[in-house]
């Protein structure tokens, strides 16, 4: 991207954030359609996480949020180049944070990509969805975090937007038969939004969920839904308490809470026509207990989960979208054996076994 651009690029956002005011936000939008998602999951140890989204303003193009970036960001220097001739087979890119340089290098094990880059351990890279602008994963050092993946064919660039105004250009480089990129920043600084450019023009935007990775594209003027949050569980488990809550936004919606984060582009159904309930996530947490979230349909009122000691735990699922979200704990030792759905007359829409966690 030229200067002459990137000007323009903060002209047109500028003269659009004087102008636009936050709507408040609804308490729904979220969930997709089976097949056709892209998630992205990140596993932490944290017990109980709640979270709650300050409101915002989704502008077409490179975009700037109103709710605050992770830190100020005026004292940061990050640059990123492709490499240049003669640059060793897998390089994709190479940078300058406050003075140190890193690179993000490519080669294949066992038959998928592994990006190397300065700081961090090597990271196998999944694919994600066909269709996409970009499809980028983010990879973490202890100070940094790096987007690295592939772009569409008729993508000539991508403009990641710091927080305070910076815009990094991406120009993707061969390897294996796809089109790569990647750039580093500072953790605490993150990343306002992402517009991907073909040779006619914007094509995409993407604004992610935490300031570090992007989940779903949204068209050029596409406001996207508006931020809100949802709690769709609560309990205690092992003596600590714990939330689960759907974020929802111009990303799309990420669902925290126990184990780690899932999150799907997107406004369509978690489930496939015809299924009222279907797992979403699940994973060890304290004192020993498995942690689940679950989507249902919007017919169920309640479910009734057994275990295999004889006991059971009575669930309401919270509209979040066009379906339902719904979280429990199970105690250690004791496995989730089957499900049992009702409507809001107390009459039985269906039963089904239980989920297991990892094979458990």
């Not at 105004?165 to 580093?184: I, Y």
């Not at 275990?307 to 066009?322: A, E, Y």
């Amino acid at each position: 991207m030229s200067s002459d651009n990137e000007r323009e690029i903060r002209d047109r956002l500028g003269g659009a954030l004087d102008t636009v005011t936050p709507a408040t936000p609804p308490v729904s939008a979220v969930i997709r359609q089976g097949g056709n998602i892209r998630a992205r999951r990140r596993i932490g140890v944290a017990a109980g996480l709640a979270v709650v989204i300050g409101l915002g303003v989704a502008l077409p193009g490179i975009i700037r949020q109103v709710s605050p970036p992770p830190a100020a960001p005026t004292h940061e220097r990050v640059t990123v180049s492709p490499p240049g001739q003669g640059a060793p087979p897998g390089l994709i890119a190479t940078g300058i944070i406050n003075g140190r340089r890193w690179q993000a290098r490519l080669q294949e094990s066992g038959g998928s990509p592994v990006v190397t880059v300065s700081g961090t351990p090597p990271t196998q890279l999944l694919a994600g969805a066909d269709g996409d602008p970009a499809n980028l994963s983010s990879v973490g050092g202890p100070s940094t975090t790096t987007l690295v993946g592939t772009v569409r064919r008729d993508i000539t660039e991508l403009a990641v937007q710091l927080p305070g105004g910076p815009v990094l250009d991406l120009h993707p480089v061969a390897w294996h038969g796809q089109r790569w990129v990647a750039v580093m920043f500072p953790r605490r600084l993150g990343i306002d939004g992402i517009a991907a450019y073909a040779r006619h023009g914007e094509v995409a935007y993407a604004v992610p969920f935490d300031h570090y990775e992007p989940v779903g594209w949204l068209k050029p003027g596409a406001q996207g839904p508006a931020r809100a949050t949802v709690k769709f569980g609560s309990g205690v488990a092992g003596g600590q308490a714990w939330s689960a809550i759907a974020a929802v936004g111009p990303w799309g919606r990420c669902f925290e809470g126990g184990p780690g984060r899932i999150c799907v582009p997107g406004l369509s159904s978690l489930l496939s026509k015809g299924q009222l309930t279907s797992q979403m996530e699940c994973g060890p947490f304290t004192g020993g207990t498995t942690f689940f979230t679950g989507a249902a349909a919007p017919s169920v009122r309640s479910l009734r989960l057994r275990m295999s000691d004889g006991s059971s735990i009575r669930v309401r699922p919270v509209t979040v979208g066009r379906s339902k979200n719904f979280a429990f704990t199970v105690s250690q030792g004791v496995r989730f054996t089957r499900w049992t759905a009702y409507d809001a007359s107390g009459q039985q829409l269906g039963t089904g076994t239980g989920w297991t966690c990892g094979g458990s």
